[in-house]
């Protein structure tokens, strides 16, 4: 009997894993990763606008090297900045006044197309709002990366080291990552602030310095369990070194945890340095960032919302393309979670589907070459053969014997 599979019917799911693992047969897991990450589609996404909004605020005016970051009064009596300045392909700066424009209102316009001379608008003294935020965009990045890269040198040092040697060496360690996180990090950031308010670098590194507590206990917890493992006693085993062990054997298997938690980190940095410079403990005049711009035209928002609207844009903008590309690192390093997520889809669809069809879906169909046949969407099976007694069997008797009055007997006689 023929097997009829009706139309839409669900595939085997076996063979669907199976066409998933040849995929990935013979890969690293760096390119397992790379392949994951790469079909996240928010983090994709997310890194797509990060990469514009750093080409966009270091191209459009460019930058300063070196020097103090001050004004100073040129020849001509204009203010200039102190350092070597990289000039950009947007022909104004963050710093000067210029003649107010359609009434310091954004000349923006979407449809057609044109930037026009002031596209965010200007300040009630004429600034241009554009070159502020890309400069204040330039001076978040800069806080953001240095606090991320800082982080994650001393908490991967400092907890790796916890964890490995344990005994008195995870004592030491753990009893001076207490001391640090009970010091409140806004408190010493506005002191920071204060003594190095005008460079962000500085800044940036010791906020750095403050942040890498819960990256450095996250390590331990790791490297605690793959120090038992047996990848690492066989290593010792071949007379690998301490060092290489940790940074050859464990620390790879680490690297998930590491990379997400310090995505998550840098986001945080994003509004730290924004909260700071708001409350006027970060990044202070003459230079400019996103949290001083807001603070600086608080009393204008009323009047000139544009001036708010631009600065807090970018921040969320910074904020979310992080923390999209850090869920896209976690599923890259974890497939559960990337399995947690088709599971859930999975159980969306069969919801949405006849429920004899999600039966289906669900046990898989029923496939024989004889037996089964689908009927209008159902499974129908065979019914049993009936069982015959062995004592309606003619010419036997209840136990499978010749029956006495069966054929070539006589009255009972053989």
Avoid at 252 to 264: E, R
Wanted: glycine share 12%; proline share 6%; with cysteine.
């Amino acid at each position: 009997m023929s097997t009829t599979i009706p139309t839409g019917a669900p595939q085997d799911r076996g063979s669907e894993q199976s066409i998933e693992q040849k995929a990935v047969a013979g890969l690293s897991q760096g390119a397992l990763v790379r392949r994951r990450f790469f079909r996240h589609g928010g983090a994709m996404a997310a890194l797509v606008v990060l990469v514009l909004v750093i080409l966009l605020a270091f191209t459009s005016v460019g930058t300063v090297i070196g020097g103090t970051g001050t004004l100073e009064a040129g020849p001509g009596g204009e203010l200039q900045i102190n350092g070597f300045r990289i000039p950009g392909w947007w022909p104004l700066d963050w710093f000067t006044q210029y003649p107010v424009v359609n009434g310091g209102a954004p000349t923006l316009s979407l449809w057609p197309l044109s930037l026009g001379e002031h596209p965010f608008g200007q300040d009630t003294l004429g600034k241009d709002i554009f070159a502020q935020v890309m400069r204040g965009t330039q001076q978040s990045l800069t806080v953001m990366f240095l606090v991320g890269i800082v982080s994650l040198v001393i908490g991967v040092l400092l907890g790796s080291l916890s964890g490995f040697y344990r005994g008195w060496v995870d004592s030491l360690v753990m009893r001076f990552t207490d001391v640090i996180i009970i010091i409140p990090i806004i408190v010493i950031g506005s002191i920071l602030g204060r003594l190095f308010g005008g460079n962000a670098i500085v800044f940036g590194l010791f906020l750095g310095i403050l942040s890498w507590t819960g990256l450095a206990r996250l390590v331990r917890g790791d490297f605690l369990a793959l120090r038992e493992r047996e990848f690492v006693d066989a290593a010792r085993v071949a007379g690998a070194s301490n060092a290489r062990i940790i940074f050859r054997h464990i620390l790879p298997n680490a690297v998930g945890v590491i990379i997400v938690n310090t995505t998550l980190l840098m986001s945080a940095a994003v509004l730290i340095e924004a909260a700071l410079s708001f409350l006027g403990f970060g990044i202070t005049y003459p230079d400019v960032s996103l949290g001083q711009i807001i603070s600086e035209y608080r009393e204008a928002f009323r009047t000139r919302p544009w001036l708010f609207w631009w600065p807090g844009l970018f921040i969320v903008i910074l904020a979310l393309c992080i923390n999209f590309i850090g869920d896209g690192l976690r599923d890259a390093f974890d497939p559960r979670q990337q399995g947690k997520v088709s599971r859930r889809k999975a159980s969306r669809a069969i919801a949405a589907i006849p429920s004899v069809q999600a039966v289906q879906m669900v046990e898989g169909p029923t496939s024989s070459d004889d037996d089964d046949v689908y009927m209008d969407g159902f499974s129908r099976f065979p019914e049993p053969e009936p069982r015959v007694d062995p004592v309606e069997r003619p010419g036997t008797g209840p136990d499978g014997d010749a029956d006495a009055s069966g054929p070539g007997s006589k009255d009972g006689q053989p």
